[in-house]
């Protein structure tokens, strides 16, 4: 069983920049792909990144590509989300996710544990 904890989220104006953390717990953390989701109020849970265990691959949604990057310190247990160029429609709760049998994963329902979510409110 992991435990996945997100940190680092906050208010922003338009153009700035967050680090997004998230610590995981209970479990062999190279073993997993992690990916990064949010959800606006009213709107589904949509992806937003995802890495291989290893780090060497990398994958984002259309939305966030060139401005999010995903990275990972397996010896820390830990994934991050850099997100620059912050706009106010990234605005949402962004959880971490690790899934045991992926490679990685654009679909929720690929992962097996969540975070709790951190909010990320972005003003224009």
């Known amino acids: 069983q992991v435990q996945l904890v997100e940190s680092g989220g906050g208010l922003v104006q338009a153009g700035g920049s967050l680090r997004l953390s998230c610590a995981a717990s209970?479990?062999?953390?190279?073993?997993?792909?992690m990916g990064w989701f949010r959800q606006a109020p009213g709107k589904e849970r949509e992806f937003v990144a995802a890495?291989?265990?290893?780090?060497?691959?990398?994958y984002y949604a259309d939305s966030v590509k060139g401005r999010f990057t995903i990275s990972r310190e397996n010896a820390k247990s830990t994934v991050y989300l850099q997100m620059n160029t912050l706009k106010a429609e990234d605005t949402a709760v962004y959880y971490c996710?690790?899934?045991?049998?992926?490679?990685?994963?654009?679909?929720?329902?690929?992962?097996?544990?969540w975070g709790r979510g951190t909010q990320v409110t972005v003003s224009s």
């Open positions: 209970g479990g062999a953390f190279s073993s997993y792909a």
């Open positions: 890495i291989t265990r290893s780090g060497g691959g990398a």
């Open positions: 996710a690790a899934g045991r049998t992926i490679v990685y994963g654009r679909n929720p329902a690929a992962y097996d544990f």
